[in-house]
């Protein structure tokens, strides 16, 4: 059983920054897509970041150019960095590992029923003013 713990969360003002962490139980490349996903009060699950170990990255319109994933191989982490918060990026941040082809590593594998990963984490609280 894999298990994936999220930190990193907290509170900031507008135009603030964090990195979120997400620290596997396996190997980082064990499985070899990792998605960033968040969930508002009250709103629906979105998918807003993904990394192939292939190398590709797929990042939601409203985070593109704001958020990057990178990997840790020697931490077995993975990193989201947040730059230029807002308060609309305010929710609990899920990390998830999978494996699935690159095409569904992205936005069309991360939304609604395809976002059936299958390794979770519990989830780090942001919260942007």
């Known amino acids: 059983h894999v298990q994936l713990v999220e930190s990193g969360g907290g509170s900031v003002q507008t135009g603030g920054s964090l990195r979120l962490s997400c620290i596997s139980s396996e190997p980082l490349y064990g499985r070899n897509c990792v998605g960033w996903f968040r969930q508002a009060e009250g709103y629906e699950r979105e998918g807003v970041a993904a990394g192939h170990t292939d190398g590709t990255t797929w990042y939601a319109d409203s985070v593109k150019g704001r958020f990057t994933i990178s990997p840790d191989k020697a931490k077995k982490t993975w990193y989201l960095q947040l730059t230029n918060l807002k308060p609309e990026d305010t929710g609990v941040y899920y990390c998830?590992?999978?494996?699935?082809?690159?095409?569904?590593?992205?936005?069309?594998?991360?939304?609604?029923?395809?976002?059936?990963?299958?390794?979770w984490g519990r989830g780090t609280q942001v919260t942007v003013s």
């Open positions: 998830a590992t999978d494996d699935r082809d690159s095409f569904y590593c992205s936005y069309d594998g991360l939304q609604g029923a395809t976002a059936d990963f299958a390794n």
